[in-house]
């Protein structure tokens, strides 16, 4: 989905446009108006922008100097110009500029249409899948990326260095970051790989996801990337210029706008990871830079944070909140010898690989030390069940009349023999994924009823857009876009249109309400708006449908 803004200082403009392109369902565009330039300025601020329409002659600020707004903001967005006037020298002046066309008002919608689609597929043909893969046969050959790897892995298992060490070391390894500012976090997941792939195979993969991140990255900051596991991808990301003697103001205002732009990009990164490597990407990001020492600890909550809730679907785009009180934390009891198992078992649940689970539980109890390993799986599946869950209420024992309870679990003498025990730990096991599964059909549900609670709330609001919304759920514009549809089977704007219609319907049978007042109550911009809509979905207009209800009424 690309994300589209409109502008043009005259409203019929931007409300014509719109109507014809939320007609065009192949585009797959969410289309957002404004009526000046410092009405799109303040979109460009707030969320990622694909592509302009706009009017070259506007007051205030041109289209000109909106478009050297929109590069430093969006480098990658495509800009379409569009004007009353033939003028030969805004024609050139547009190009040279970097803009993707020049479209006159009169030449009339199909020549603009043409010129979005070629937008689209300029987006879509930015980065080629040959070049990916050969830059990364290179890259998986470079030692360097895998001394920085490394250095990294450790400082996000808790490995705490002093200012000048870190100093130094950055310059040994050849670290593009700074070490004294601090650095944003920002951890990707595969979420899942064919089964019959190679090891050499993924490994592309992975380096490939790197690249398209690396594509779309540099333009704006300063990052480091690394294959942290299988599943798991790092970037470590900074401005590319600030001063950390710069006044708190100046560094919030430049962290902010960071933020935005990194969300924004990994949207169209998980896009392209999809269409090109047809691999699903989730990603959680951190909610603001943390200093080196607080890395570690950031990295724990996003990774729980991926495993648990909304972050244990696919193609999560999610902003990691700050530490709150009862926050889920997987303590786990992990003797020395054993983490690597555990790792391993953690990473099935995180996964939902149900079989492997079965199997190394299995493995692990019988490679020797029975009684020890038992402990060290059944304090596992402990830490990993949610606080609300209970053992003895969620799940039932291989044999169904004696329920499962942690007074059981954590006595492996009451086993008549190994494979019974095994047989147990499986069981509670299936209750952790049963939790986590219902764990976020429940939050998603939650999220589906909330997005629908402020729709009708605000309904009659002409400002009513996907990016809106999502700003008051908290949550990134693409993943509640395709969230909606999967749980309702129509798009957001699709349910807002139909939720106005029928509020309009409800108000049409009072006739001493106003058309005119009928179409501002229900969220429509223009009366002329309101008839076109209504007429499309219920194949009359409102003044027949009123007409229709009185005779009824009378009849």
């Not at 100093?167 to 970051?177: P, Y």
């Not at 595969?190 to 333009?219: F, H, K, P």
């Amino acid at each position: 989905m690309y994300r589209m803004l409109i502008v043009d200082n005259e409203d019929y403009v931007v409300e014509g446009l719109l109507e014809v392109f939320h007609q065009l369902p192949h585009l797959e565009l969410e289309v957002i108006g404004a009526s000046s330039a410092r009405e799109a300025l303040e979109w460009l601020k707030r969320t990622k922008v694909d592509i302009v329409v706009s009017d070259i002659r506007m007051p205030g600020m041109d289209g000109m100097a909106l478009h050297r707004e929109i590069i430093h903001y969006w480098p990658r967005c495509q800009v379409i110009f569009l004007s009353g006037f033939n003028d030969f020298d805004y024609v050139q002046r547009a190009i040279r500029d970097g803009a993707l066309d020049y479209v006159l008002k009169t030449d009339g919608d199909e020549a603009l249409i043409e010129a979005v689609e070629k937008a689209v597929q300029k987006l879509e043909a930015e980065i080629e899948i040959n070049a990916l893969i050969a830059k990364s046969k290179s890259q998986i050959q470079a030692a360097g990326a895998a001394l920085q790897k490394d250095f990294f892995f450790h400082m996000l298992q808790g490995d705490r260095i002093g200012q000048s060490r870190l100093t130094r070391q950055f310059k040994e390894l050849g670290i593009s970051l700074n070490p004294a500012v601090p650095v944003l976090l920002i951890v990707g997941r595969v979420d899942e790989w064919a089964e019959d792939m190679e090891y050499y195979e993924r490994c592309l993969l992975l380096y490939s996801v790197q690249n398209i991140a690396g594509e779309y990255l540099d333009t704006i900051v300063v990052q480091v990337s690394f294959v942290y596991d299988r599943f798991n991808l790092i970037w470590l990301v900074q401005p590319k210029e600030m001063n950390p003697s710069s006044i708190p103001r100046m560094q919030e205002e430049t962290w902010g706008m960071i933020g935005r732009f990194v969300q924004g990009t990994f949207e169209r990164i998980q896009e392209a990871c999809r269409e090109l490597l047809k691999l699903k990407l989730s990603v959680a990001l951190a909610g603001h830079p943390v200093i080196w020492d607080e890395l570690s600890s950031r990295f724990a909550s996003m990774r729980s944070e991926l495993a648990w809730g909304l972050g244990a679907g696919q193609e999560m785009l999610l902003v990691n909140k700050e530490d709150t009180e009862g926050e889920l934390q997987l303590n786990l009891i992990t003797p020395h010898k054993s983490v690597y198992q555990l790792n391993r078992l953690t990473e099935c649940v995180n996964h939902n690989l149900r079989e492997s689970f079965k199997n190394i539980v299995a493995e692990i109890l019988n490679q020797g030390a029975f009684e020890q390993n038992y402990y060290m799986v059944a304090s596992l599946l402990l830490s990993l069940l949610p606080p609300s869950a209970g053992l003895e209420s969620r799940a039932q024992a291989q044999t169904p009349a004696k329920p499962v309870d942690g007074g059981r679990l954590l006595r492996p003498d009451l086993f008549a023999t190994r494979g019974e025990a095994i047989d147990y730990l499986c069981a509670c096991g299936e209750v952790v994924f049963d939790c986590k599964d219902q764990l976020l059909h429940e939050q998603e549900d939650e999220l589906v009823y909330r997005v629908k609670q402020i729709i009708g709330e605000q309904l009659g609001g002409h400002d009513l857009s996907l990016t809106i919304i999502a700003e008051h759920v908290k949550h990134n514009p693409s993943y509640l876009s395709r969230l909606f549809k999967q749980k309702n089977g129509i798009g957001i704007a699709e349910y807002i249109t139909d939720c106005r219609i029928g509020r309009a319907k409800e108000m049409l049978a009072d006739p001493g309400r106003k058309i005119q007042d009928i179409a501002e109550a229900a969220g429509f911009s223009s009366v002329q708006y309101f008839y076109r809509v209504f007429k499309k979905a219920v194949n009359i207009t409102p003044q027949e449908y009123r007409e229709r209800l009185l005779n009824e009424a009378r009849t």
